[in-house]
């Protein structure tokens, strides 16, 4: 299996601290059958992209692990005004292994419809975009039909493994559990933090999907689909997304209870904010 949204390298973003968590969080996902990681570290305000550092650690784990498992390098990749800018003038710099496929993060809360501009640029500059864990918004969780928007437009889905089984809440168990029924998700990943409370467990995702859906589709999300995205290849062919290019509307119930959450056709997320976005999309665009 392929693991390609982990955050491996220690002390450059709210991943692994240390040297030994890391050996430790590559170790326990060898165990489990993963050969290859792709390493994620955050570009975000919160932890900007300090690549000198990140392009050290990252060697000194890849000789360290030579042995255990093959390594990447990527970047969990928030969509901020500074960051599109850069990707924009550096193609390809944030995308895996800088061969085009780029893990893309958005604001939790709130998700302003212009930022779908700010995707079409990335396209244009060569990235083929993936969502990463879409089932742990709460604007998509509010607002399904964004992730047809975006899919229709070229973007890629990756689910975290643990939702599927509820690891994140029951609304994201239902959600992710939808999106496996209908083939909307193109990558399984752990989005591993941590060798004890966020640790890179890909393996009960894999069963879990085999169970369901059929071997066939679990190594399509964990082992097909990914060695596509490491490689930089052209994508393939892919099972029908049902009800996306008729817009059914998402449904989807929270497993613990009878209540159903039915997405609609509403409109952008109510609360502050306005001049901030203003500020983003001035910052990025220049008007």
């Not at 933090?193 to 059929?214: C, D, I, N, S, T």
């Not at 099972?239 to 817009?247: M, N, Y």
């Not at 989807?252 to 999309?281: I, L, Q, V």
Request: include cysteine; hydrophobic fraction near 40%; aromatic fraction near 10%.
């Amino acid at each position: 299996m392929i693991d390609i949204h982990h955050h491996l390298i220690y002390g450059v973003d709210d991943g692994a601290p240390d040297l030994q968590a890391s050996l430790d969080m590559a170790r326990e996902s060898a165990e489990e059958g993963v050969t290859h990681i792709v390493c994620t570290p955050h570009a975000s305000d919160d932890y900007p992209y300090n690549k000198p550092m990140i392009e050290q650690r990252f060697a000194e784990l890849k000789e360290k692990l030579q042995s255990v498992v093959e390594l990447s390098l990527a970047c969990d990749f928030h969509l901020t005004a500074d960051n599109v800018v850069d990707a924009v003038m550096n193609p390809l710099r944030f995308s895996i292994d800088g061969k085009g496929y780029l893990l893309i993060e958005f604001p939790s809360q709130v998700i302003p419809p212009s930022m779908n501009d700010a995707m079409f640029r990335l396209q244009a500059a060569g990235y083929t975009l993936i969502v990463t864990h879409p089932e742990r918004y709460p604007a998509v969780l509010r607002q399904p039909y964004l992730l047809g928007e975006w899919m229709r437009h070229g973007c890629l889905v990756q689910v975290t493994s643990s939702s599927l089984y509820g690891r994140f809440g029951k609304a994201q168990e239902a959600f992710a559990n939808e999106l496996l029924e209908r083939n909307w998700i193109h990558f399984l990943a752990t989005d591993a933090h941590h060798p004890v409370w966020r640790p890179p467990h890909l393996k009960k995702g894999f069963e879990y999907v085999a169970e369901r859906k059929g071997e066939e589709t679990a190594r399509r999300l964990c082992e097909t689909n990914p060695r596509v995205a490491v490689e930089g290849g052209p994508w393939p062919g892919q099972p029908e997304a049902e009800g996306l290019w008729e817009d059914v509307p998402l449904q989807f119930a929270e497993r613990a209870g009878a209540e159903k959450s039915r997405a609609g056709r509403g409109g952008a997320d109510e609360g502050g904010g306005g001049e901030a976005k203003a500020g983003f999309w001035k910052k990025l665009f220049g008007k």
